[in-house]
């Protein structure tokens, strides 16, 4: 292998080398697992409002229950005063009738606001049960994520571990003047600061090379550079 496709394979190993480290510093941080206990905790927030509103939906029936059982009794009282002839007098027997038939509005208005509550509660109930699974879900994922989280991060340790071994290996067999500009060029290029030439083309900014500067590059006898980034071109 010649010192350039050494370097080339240097180039290689540092970007894994890069690749791998910003993971692993994801994974330190613990965003993805910060990110899916967020998406869980909104889930079980939203299960929860819907949880309150649906008790006070309860609430509200009970109440609308007690007061029509209130009406009803009292309907029927008012009913068996005006049959059972304790009521002689007309106009007490017309305003006794004009109550009886208030009350029996009221229930009826009464019964129909149950019956749309119930309904809504009907409603809500399914979109808690969403909610619930959605939730249960969320927190798994948390559990998954966690998990895959530290299994990933022995892997990149332990292939991190071999690339540095790999990276030792090859650096006695670069000339120090090329690994020294190599070095110097790849925190200024993104971190590449060898590329191949791969039919005139500079892989490292993908710029198509003149003719011109191809027959110059075949025939330095100094480090081969591309015209355009200035990246260490292996031909």
């Known amino acids: 292998m010649t010192v350039t496709r050494r370097l080339l394979a240097l180039q290689a190993i540092d970007t894994s080398i890069d690749r791998l480290s910003a993971r692993r510093t994801i994974l330190r941080s613990g965003a993805s697992v910060a990110s899916a206990r967020s998406t869980a905790d909104a889930a079980e927030a939203e299960f929860g409002e819907l949880r309150l509103r649906i008790d006070e939906m309860n609430r509200d029936a009970s109440r609308f229950e007690h007061e029509i059982d209130t009406i009803g009794q009292k309907q029927t009282a008012e009913e068996k005063r005006l049959y059972d002839g304790s009521v002689v007098n007309v106009k007490e027997m017309e305003a006794l009738q004009h109550e009886i038939a208030s ?33 249960a879900a969320e927190r798994e994922k948390v559990e998954e994520v966690s998990s895959t989280g530290k299994e990933e991060l022995q892997t990149i340790e332990r292939d991190l571990s071999e690339m540095e071994v790999e990276r030792t290996r090859i650096l006695p067999d670069i000339p120090p003047d090329l690994l020294e500009l190599y070095e110097e060029l790849r925190p200024q290029k993104k971190g590449v600061g060898a590329a191949a030439l791969t039919d005139g083309v500079c892989q490292g900014c ?13 025939k330095t006898d100094g480090v081969p550079r591309c015209e355009y980034c200035r990246r260490i071109l292996v031909l």
């Open 103 to 135: 009350l029996k509005k009221r229930r009826s208005d009464r019964e129909d606001e149950l019956l749309a509550l119930m309904e809504q509660r009907e409603d809500l109930e399914s979109q808690a049960a969403d909610a619930q699974k959605r939730s």
């Open 206 to 218: 993908h710029e198509q090379l003149s003719s011109v500067e191809l027959d110059k590059l075949k």
